[in-house]
């Protein structure tokens, strides 16, 4: 049995490999990064060598998956047309990046209907995200995650994934769209993580579920708030976690930690090893 996959985000600022090796010296065998910067658009062109680099070494090592992590900048229905422009433009970069690097997906926030309403912005979030589908290669997968229910963001009910990917089935048989479940966000929006497996199952959403980002929660159920907290020092605990984790449907997808850290400086081995705790 292949060992479970567990990795957090952490900085490439020291490049790929380096952030590779980062993640095993915590105990780790999986990665999220960023492209880039967080805090602007700009992005440069990745290097082949440093892409074959990182193939290299996740090969040699056993480890991945590597997903990147979309802007927080990203709004692909706000009310700006240089910010969806942008949006679109960082995304269709990200999923070159993955391929590039035989990542296995991009994780993106949507953004916020600012008010409108879902309805309202539906239909050009699908156009949007055709676009960005139809423009980027094959081999990369577009990953929406879910939110934590905070005031006009998108995707905080699973019924409106489910509402996404029916609208764009081709992609998602193909494997070029999925989704990330966030366990501080699911808790936050007010989903039982002890039920929550049988609800992606009522909204057919499991095979399209690609990665977990497994995060404790600062703030009290259903609250509607994105904080995370270090793995169960948070409102949803070691319990309710261990529970989620080893849920038969769920027990094949890679964890990825984006927690504070107990020394306040992002994952740590120590989390990752209380994970291990859990399994």
Known sequence: MQQRRIGAHLSVGKGLVSAAKSMVAMGGNALQ????????WARKPLDQEKADALISYCKD???GPVILHALYLVNLTGDRDDLIQNSIKSLIYDLHYSAQ???SGVVVHLGS???KGFDAVFDDLVGRLKTILDATPKTSTFLIENSAGQEGKLCSKLEDIR???DALPTYVKDGRLGWCFDTCHGFAAGYDLLTIDAEMQRYQLLNALKVIHLNDSRDPFASGRD????IGEGMIGRGILQKFLQKPLLSRLPLILEVPGFDGNGPDAKNVEIVKSLL
């Open 101 to 103: 690097i035989h990542g």
């Open 163 to 165: 509402r996404i990917f």
């Open 227 to 230: 904080r995370h907290e270090n």
């Open 113 to 115: 209907h600012l008010g």
């Open 61 to 63: 090592h056993d480890f």
């Open 33 to 40: 990064i960023f492209s880039g910067s967080p805090r602007g």
